[in-house]
């Protein structure tokens, strides 16, 4: 999913309680200015308008005050706009998808429109039959057609613009809509309102990078935050590029978390300077008040963060991102991750992201089937992107009939991303499930290179070395796991049980079992270890 800027303004909406909120969110986060006590903190001009401001893909328009206006948008890029006093059956409807690469609309129109005659005619549209005719359209050269539904008549405009597609279809007896066309426009160089206007830094990040960020793969991210801080250096005065930043650093570490690489190293003081001082600049932004929340979140003031949340869903009930925040938000809490995250996807339901952390919840809850279905939708659009891979791979693994398929997905994973650690610890276990401890033994090195304290792994290497008859570097790995986590039960009882037999160690053995019932003092195993320490004068 992309990271625009979509806004909903009621332009000259006085909304006190709103007012009051957004002052006490800075407040909290120490975001506001100092106001001057003669004049109010927020000042609203005169209802007249309603207006829609995408950065990307980029559209500007205003709609009579009395329209109901509803902004829906998928992780491909795709914004939906609807507008009218009744959105059953609203005046105008744009479509904007993104597209491979730029059409030519002299070569390729006519092709176009009969695409889109035939998806309007299987709506129960008639079609016009005036040929379909050239004009301009917000300075833009656009097709367009004619055609009548339930007794309305319509124009279905086409625009290509850079990698965009833009379809809008205008009721043309509908009062209002004439000068909402006038009002158009599709190119960021025409003259905006000063509020729109500190929205034109995020253009210094590429599209493709904004929809990067909801892919939730690991290894997307680096570049993305690469250029988002460089876009933040050129325009420190700009808050969306700042608040994105805030945004992608904060899905790189849930993204990190659920494929199982490594985790950031990130700044949560810096971060949320940034995301206190972009709210402070764009209080109203359903943008920036969601990147607060995520930094206070970061920086481990739940209560705080929740109110910048709430308010972001408040100022933009329909953006798929404000609640996708509150799964970062409520964290090992799956069930309600799967809440928020259904009601995500139900929003936008091709949206990568919020299949990935459905998938995900449902996995934390053992219902791996769901979760499978999810994490094999996503493969289908991104073959390649890890955190799919790794979900897949963590329910096929644990299946006699599809452990190869798990194998190999995970090797793929490695070739694409060898930082990794979580996949190449369940392919390690992969390979020692088939009796291959050596290549296990090979995989948890490289993994304990990157990080030479992880308790598991080092576990798990007692174990492969075991496996080959390596006794004492056996011990030696499960001494190390021990002192990596003095916490961890199941070093102590592998070091004991090594110590009992093959090494004959009464004494190493008597201490590391009294230990562990320390630690597991009831179940099977520490039914074993007595039965042992009663036989061996423990």
Known sequence: MPAPRISLKNIGVNNGLGELLVFLVCLIAGACAPVNQEQPAFQVPTPQVKEVHSQVPYIQIRFPNRFQVRTLRSDDGSLHITAGTNLSAPSVVINIRPLAQPLDMDKLGEALVRVEKQNLVQKGALIDST???????????????????????????LVVRRKHLYALTVQQDAPGVAQSLNDLSLTPEAPLRA?????????????????????????????????????VRAKSNVPFSAALLVEASAWYRQAAAMQGSLPPALNTHELLTLASKAARQAPRSAD?????????????????????????VGLQKNDVRNYLAYVIWYGRDAKKREEV?????????????????????LYDQKNNPQALLLFEKVLRSQPENTTALAGTARIEMDNAQTQRKAQQRLIKILELDPRAVGPRFNLAILYRRNREPALAQEQLHDLLSLTPKDCSALNLLGLCLSDQ???????????????????????????????????????????????FLQLEPQGRRADHVRSWLASNGG
């Open 469 to 515: 008859q390596k006794y004492s570097e056996a011990a030696q790995a499960f001494r190390a796991a021990i002192k990596a986590d003095p916490k961890a039960a199941r070093a102590y009882f592998n070091l004991g049980a090594l110590c009992a037999q093959p090494l004959d160690d009464p004494a190493c053995a008597r201490q590391a079992f009294q230990q």
């Open 288 to 312: 920036t008040q969601r990147a607060l929340g995520l930094a206070l979140t970061l920086s481990g003031k739940p209560a705080n963060a929740e109110i910048s949340l709430k308010l972001a």
């Open 131 to 157: 040929p379909p005719r050239k004009t301009m359209l917000a300075g833009q050269v656009a097709i367009y057609f004619r055609f009548t539904k339930q007794g309305h008549p319509y124009l279905r405009y």
């Open 341 to 361: 995250a259904r009601k995500a996807l139900a929003l936008s339901p091709e949206s990568v992201a919020a299949q990935l952390v459905l998938a995900q919840a």
């Open 195 to 231: 509020e729109a206007r500190a929205v034109s830094g995020v253009g210094q990040v590429s599209e493709d990078a904004q929809r990067a960020i909801w892919s939730l793969d690991p290894r997307v991210y680096p570049q993305v935050l690469a250029q988002l801080r460089q876009a």
